[in-house]
């Protein structure tokens, strides 16, 4: 797939779970059966080959899988890479910044926890906000209380841009966040901790409204096998 335009993001944005010991691949390749998701690599601990590995790798996966690939915090390693977008924090660099030396379908997104943080990353050309902490999560430290729904629609009503809640989150919690207006959901341990991390991926896709992966057809005597799926981006 090629790089999406801004504005056809993702709903269902699966994050690598990189913490010592785990091979973030097997739930990449359950991510992607789901349907046609984001997957953001997020390494906090990688040298920057490793980091550009792990992020070819992915891309190995997904792109034929028709979904998205978006690199946390590092631009240099995602245009490196040729990966579809950047997902950009408070200590990252500014997306305004970001937007002039990546390409232009290139797919940008921003945390914001707040109205005003949503509208400003807005007027500095984000494609879609990450909102959170949702819920309680394990799997960063140092966040603020979690927003809840409500919390959450505060900033959906900030902005016009979609909204990927994070933290916490799990399928059961999709109605609520829909309710609030969110766009999607971005998850680590939903999947990564999932007994059946496919079955987990499908639930969300599910609980999103995501269209399923099409079955494959079986391939012509003598064609040659492919992977990728005609099916573009959620909007
Ligand atoms: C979809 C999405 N939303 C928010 C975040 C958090 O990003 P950031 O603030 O850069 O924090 P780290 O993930 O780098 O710890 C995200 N990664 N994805
Ligand atoms: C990476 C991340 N960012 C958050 C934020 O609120 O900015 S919460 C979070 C962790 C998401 O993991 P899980 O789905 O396991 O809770
Ligand atoms: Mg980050």
Known sequence: MSRTSRGLVPALHVLTDTREGRDPLPDVRAAVSSGPCAVQVRAKDLSDRDHLALTLAV??????????VIVDDRVDVAVAADADGVH????????????????????????????????????????????????????????????????????????????????GVTAAHVPALRAAGVHGVAVVTAVSEATHPTAAAAALAAALGCPPTPPTPPAAPGAPRSESRTTSTRA
């Open 59 to 68: 891309i190995a996966v997904a792109r034929p899988a028709g979904c998205l």
């Open 88 to 167: 950009l924090g408070a200590s990252d660099l500014p997306v305004d910044l970001v937007r002039t030396i990546t390409p232009p379908e290139f797919v940008i997104g921003a945390t914001a926890r707040d109205a005003l943080t949503a509208k400003a990353a807005e007027d500095l050309g984000a494609s879609y906000l990450g909102v959170g902490p949702a819920y309680a999560t394990t799997t960063k430290a140092g966040l603020p209380e979690p927003l809840g729904p409500e919390g959450v629609a505060l900033v959906v009503a900030a902005t016009s841009l979609p909204v990927i809640a994070v933290g």
